[in-house]
């Protein structure tokens, strides 16, 4: 696995105590991070909580929340999350540094419940997120979910009109690259704003003209924006 490859932690072969009586079980957490400096940091803040018990890998599907603690969304990161998702037992949260909005209906796709920005992921922050997850709630900073319920809306306003042309005609994704184009950036300059691959720029720009019936970026664009997609 490469090095900065999100991998699996945990707190493999530390047996947990049993819960006293009278005390409700423990959440079962198992940490995923992208570096040592990552993994030590959140597994520290939780390992001081009563509520939380922490997995290692060999317990990991047993795991009632899984925490995924990453510096930025990128194409690893969502194989892992969609990894994850297969687990139906557990739910998934994300902790990020730096977070596109951009990437937010990718990461909702791939079974995030719950996400936390670095910068605030103190202790109380973390126990939080994982109680929620838990608990069956999700968890946004409030300006991602301003965005997320504005998509919905623009959903539901499509759904009622089907013949009208709105945001939902693009997934924010493409919505964003396409903006991207018609600013004059190339696809490597794309792929490092939106933290994909050139080549998930490339097939997204390539479905946008494939679906709307378009010749090539340039024709997209100006469909776009004079439709007012963009």
């Given amino acids: 696995m490469p090095a900065d490859a999100p991998h699996r932690t945990g707190t493999a072969g530390t047996a947990s105590p049993a819960a006293p009586a009278g005390r409700p079980h423990r959440v079962t957490v198992a940490v995923y991070a992208q570096d040592l400096v990552l993994r030590i940091g959140v597994v520290h803040q939780l390992r001081q909580r009563p509520e939380v018990e922490l997995v290692g890998e060999a317990e990991a599907d047993r795991a009632r929340a899984s925490l995924v603690v990453v510096d930025a969304v990128d194409d690893d990161v969502i194989a892992l999350l969609q990894r994850l998702q297969r687990n139906t037992a557990t739910r998934t949260?994300?902790?990020?540094?730096t977070f596109e909005s951009a990437a937010l209906q990718r990461?909702?796709?791939?079974?995030?419940?719950?996400?936390l920005r670095r910068t605030e992921a103190d202790q109380d922050r973390l126990l939080h997120l994982v109680l929620a997850l838990a608990n069956g709630e999700g968890v946004l900073p409030?300006?991602?979910?301003?965005k997320l319920l504005s998509h919905v809306g623009s959903l539901q306003r499509s759904a009622l009109d089907p013949r009208a042309l709105t945001l939902s005609t693009l997934t924010a994704r493409e919505a964003d690259m396409l903006r991207l184009v018609s600013e004059g950036f190339d696809t490597s300059e794309i792929a490092q704003k939106t933290s994909y691959s050139e080549r998930t720029v490339k097939n997204v720009l390539h479905e946008i003209t494939t679906r709307l019936q378009l010749r090539n970026r340039a024709h997209a664009v100006g469909y776009a924006l004079r439709n007012g997609l963009i």
């Fill in 93 to 97: 949260g994300l902790v990020v540094g």
């Fill in 107 to 115: 990461v909702i796709e791939c079974g995030v419940a719950a996400v």
């Fill in 142 to 146: 409030g300006d991602l979910l301003g």
